[in-house]
């Protein structure tokens, strides 16, 4: 009996070896559908969890067997957005730039925050699809796998061609569980703008101990709709910190090293940024979607 269950338990580690042997071979690497990750928000400032959620999120889709996750993007929002306390884009485009100089594959892009207007995360999406499927080819040289050697393909497997390429790149927004919340507060996402973000690109979620995403998705039909698409991933090494906190800390002189790549930090000190002042901008202004979209249903 013992020779038995040897033999099975054997067996079993041979056929798991011979998985994980494919699932990292050059070939499945190139089978898998990759993914680039898109973080739209304010970054006033960014932080050390904004960082995390870009690991935490390629962590989650890779181990799916199904996804080779290829680069990553930070799109700050523009100052036309009116947020409240939000400083200058210039600032907080060049901090997020300072805290993924040594990343070998997440990059700021600061289209967004230079438009005059507020642009609508979907369109902003859009944006980024469209200059991604033009540029399809190039992300074959990126090499963000955890194991290097074996995800480089050799030029003769990659002879299929530009549209079949392009079928295999997904562009996904990558957010918090609030974004998630938000799309149930009236007026500041256009219903069709969410089928479009969820429907069409699909979404990854990061969410936190004490927060139902899940719930959110149940209690939407149209999150419901499209939960196919819709990757919920747990973080579940507790991390709170929020850019509120970051800037009320440093409003009150308290240190926030360790909160913020060191870079950023030194930034801030240097630029003398956030201030009682600066917390009170946009303090009397509407939110840039309320506004629009109030308008709209007027």
């Known amino acids: 009996m013992m020779d038995y269950h040897h033999n099975s338990l054997c067996a079993d ?28 928000g304010s970054f006033n400032p960014i ?3 904004h960082l995390r959620m870009f690991e935490l999120a390629r962590d989650h889709l890779e181990d799916t067997g199904r996804y080779r996750v290829v680069k990553g993007i930070i799109s700050p929002v523009g100052d036309a957005y009116k947020k409240k306390g939000l400083i200058e884009a210039c600032h907080r485009v060049e901090m997020a730039k300072l805290a993924t100089e040594n990343s ?5 892009d600061d289209w967004e925050s230079q438009q005059a207007e507020w642009v609508e995360t979907a369109k902003v999406i ?22 290097p050697k074996k995800r480089r393909v050799e030029e003769n497997e990659e002879s299929s061609s530009d549209h079949n390429r392009s079928e295999t ?6 957010c918090g569980a609030d974004v998630l919340e938000s799309f149930s507060i009236p007026n500041l996402w256009k219903k069709e703008d ?13 969410t936190r101990s004490g927060c139902d995403a899940e719930r959110f998705v149940y209690q939407s039909d149209m999150l419901h709709k499209y939960r196919k698409n819709i990757h919920i991933v747990r973080e579940w090494v507790t991390n709170e910190i929020s850019a509120t906190h970051v800037r009320r800390a440093v409003c009150r002189g308290q240190s926030v090293r360790y909160l913020l790549p060191e870079p950023v930090v030194r930034y801030i000190q240097d630029q003398h940024l956030y201030s009682a002042e600066s917390e009170q ?16 249903a007027e």
């Open 281 to 296: 901008k946009n303090a009397d202004v509407v939110l840039a979607p309320l506004q629009r979209y109030n308008r709209a």
């Open 104 to 108: 070998s594959w997440i990059s700021v």
């Open 126 to 147: 859009r944006h980024h699809h469209a200059e991604l499927s033009s540029a399809v080819e190039s992300l074959d040289e990126v090499d963000t796998v955890k194991f």
């Open 169 to 174: 790149l997904q562009l996904k927004l990558l």
């Open 13 to 40: 580690r041979s056929r798991i070896s011979s998985m994980l042997t494919f699932m990292t071979s050059p070939m499945a690497l190139q089978e898998r559908i990759r993914v680039v990750l898109l973080a739209c």
């Open 47 to 49: 932080t050390n969890m």
């Open 194 to 206: 969410i089928a479009e973000i969820v429907g069409r690109f699909g979404l990854v979620c990061i």
